[in-house]
Nanobody
Framework: QVQLVESGGGLVQTGGSLRLSCAASSLTLDWCISGWFRQAPGKGKQAVASNTGSDDTTTYTDAVKGRFTISRNGNTLFLEMNNLKPEDAGTYYC???????????????????WGQGTQVTISS
């Protein structure tokens, strides 16, 4: 059974940093597409970053380019978040799909597996 377990969320001041982790089991991230989404209260899931395991291609939403970095190490997916802003707050979800490529890596509907989420709170 595929499982994705996030960790690393917490409370941080504006301008601070956090590193999120997502431990994957029963799938191999090297062969899958994986990514991070976030959800603010009352809003839908927003794509943050994605990684194509087969060629390590990464994509980022414009709002986080230059501040966030997605990476993999073995079967763990990471999201390094620097210079955090209040608008970065929300629940962060790790997602993956067994397919190496999907139609739209920013579409939550293209991912078959999700973690439980980890909360990121930004204080001003």
């Amino acid at each position: 059974q595929v499982q994705l377990v996030e960790s690393g969320g917490g409370l941080v001041q504006t301008g601070g940093s956090l590193r999120l982790s997502c431990a994957a089991s029963s799938l191999t991230l090297d062969w899958c597409i994986s990514g991070w989404f976030r959800q603010a209260p009352g809003k839908g899931k927003q794509a943050v970053a994605s990684n194509t395991g087969s060629d390590d291609t990464t994509t980022y939403t414009d709002a986080v380019k230059g501040r966030f970095t997605i990476s993999r190490n073995g079967n763990t997916l990471f999201l390094e978040m620097n210079n955090l802003k209040p608008e970065d707050a929300g629940t962060y979800y790790c997602a993956a799909d067994l397919r190496p490529l999907v139609r739209d890596p920013t579409d939550p509907g293209d991912y078959g597996y999700w973690g439980q989420g980890t909360q990121v709170t930004i204080s001003s």
